[in-house]
């Protein structure tokens, strides 16, 4: 293992990268623990499927409030900072999760989502730009793809835990059934169920911790460190418009914004397709969306060694178009069939955001730190869309919802060929 991280990463930084990997896992762990809460709230709290999708809008409208101040404290400070930073918040996060189970409120379970999912933002904006610091910058977008190799593993074990603590531990009582209950009745269930939610998140507020402080004693070099002699002058309206007319980083982030809405909508609606193909329970669905993150494992993986010989970009563009017909198809196809397409599409999304995140910061230099920031409130895509999927879905059925992840793979394609066309274009323009 030390002689494989060894091929990415400059000398001296073995350590510290994999401690980065650990977060790159961990928060893994915490947006696939998240996912199945749509379909969990909306049984414990009897809501629609739009009402119960506030649990992805607080998610991941934190990650888009957070990511810019996040940016300050790495600028202002270092990218181990914005680590220490991210992991104390997502810490507090976690741990709210035990007085929401006792109020047994929703508006304070997102409360919950909000901080632990802020915490996360600040973690990622701050890791994926400190990857990238750490060796030469021919292969950072490799190196990017192998750190963020290790994120399935965390989304595998949140997969796990929600299909083994939390899915299990509904009550099957149907709404129809919970309505006809008396309120004793229905806040005894209500305490259980809500306990086997909370849990495995304190569980992960422990793991958190144990990472806050391996990360925190371990001593990071200086040259990953480095940031410009003008970083404490910080023209933040400067860099944003420079940002503004790079429209290789504008669409990559507009990209992002559609990558992360068709994954989020994959896996969080996952459960609600396979239920109504194949009906079933909850915990039954659920090994489907386990065998959704073992396919983005492997093929995560897989793309790294790929990416040894083919163009990131042209691998992009190729998964993206696979995206689109595979979702178009689970659309028109209720049944096993479209079951497995949707399966599928893990493999599909497992390069996308490290690549187009590599691929988007390209040549940035010093505007790389707020750069990254764009691409991780970019992921405001996982907040918006499921809830336009969530309400085609109320409209239209689970199957023909999964028309809406099908348009946000055409984006990233259409990423994908523009990157390719514009690098063939300045190759030409050199020759």
């Not at 028309?403 to 994908?416: D, K, M, R, T």
């Amino acid at each position: 293992m030390r002689r494989l991280i060894s091929r990415f990463v400059d000398q001296g930084m073995g350590l510290p990268f994999a401690l980065l990997v650990l977060c790159f896992a961990a928060w893994g762990v915490a947006a696939n623990m998240t996912d199945p809460l749509v379909q969990v709230f909306s049984r414990i709290f009897s809501m629609s499927t739009l009402q119960a999708s506030l649990v992805q809008f607080a998610y991941y409208g934190a990650y888009f409030l957070l990511a810019l101040p996040a940016a300050f404290i790495t600028r202002r400070f270092s990218y181990k900072t914005g680590v220490l930073t991210g992991l104390g918040l997502a810490v507090l996060g976690a741990f709210l999760f035990y007085p929401a189970s006792l109020a047994m409120t929703y508006g304070f379970f997102l409360l919950a989502l909000f901080c632990l999912a802020g915490g996360l933002s600040i973690l990622e904006t701050s890791a994926n730009p400190f990857v990238i610091a750490m060796g030469p910058e021919h292969n950072a977008t490799r190196r990017l793809n192998f750190a963020q190799a290790f994120n399935p593993v965390g989304t595998n074990i949140g997969v796990l835990l929600s299909a083994s603590l939390i899915l299990p531990n509904l009550n099957p009582a149907t709404e129809a059934q919970r309505a006809a209950m008396t309120p004793d009745a229905l806040d005894t269930i209500r305490q259980a169920e809500l306990a086997a939610v909370m849990g495995p998140y304190v569980g992960f507020a422990v793991v958190l911790l144990v990472i806050w402080l391996l990360i925190a004693f371990c001593p990071m070099p200086a040259r990953a460190e480095t940031t410009p002699a003008t970083a404490g002058r910080i023209a933040f309206g400067a860099t944003l418009r420079r940002l503004l007319r790079n429209r290789h980083y504008a669409f990559g982030v507009v990209a992002q914004f559609f990558n992360v809405a068709a994954q989020t909508c994959t896996w969080t609606f996952t459960l609600h397709y396979v239920i109504g193909a194949l009906g079933g329970t909850e915990a039954q669905a659920g090994w489907y969306l386990q065998a959704s993150l073992v396919v983005f494992l492997l093929s995560r993986f897989a793309m790294v060694g790929l990416m040894g010989v083919l163009r990131p970009s042209l691998l992009l563009t190729g998964m993206a178009g696979l995206g689109v017909a595979l979702a178009s198809f689970a659309a028109l196809s209720p049944g096993m069939a479209g079951v497995w397409a949707v399966v599928a599409l893990s493999a599909c999304l497992s390069l996308m955001f490290p690549t187009i995140y590599g691929i988007a910061l390209e040549g940035l230099g010093e505007d790389t730190k707020f750069g990254a920031a764009g691409l991780v409130m970019a992921i405001a895509g996982g907040a918006v869309l499921p809830m336009v999927h969530g309400a085609a879905l109320d409209a239209f059925g689970p199957a023909p919802a999964f028309l809406v992840p099908a348009a946000c793979f055409a984006v990233v394609a259409l990423y994908g060929l523009f990157d390719l066309v514009s690098t063939r274009r300045l190759r030409g323009q050199q020759i």
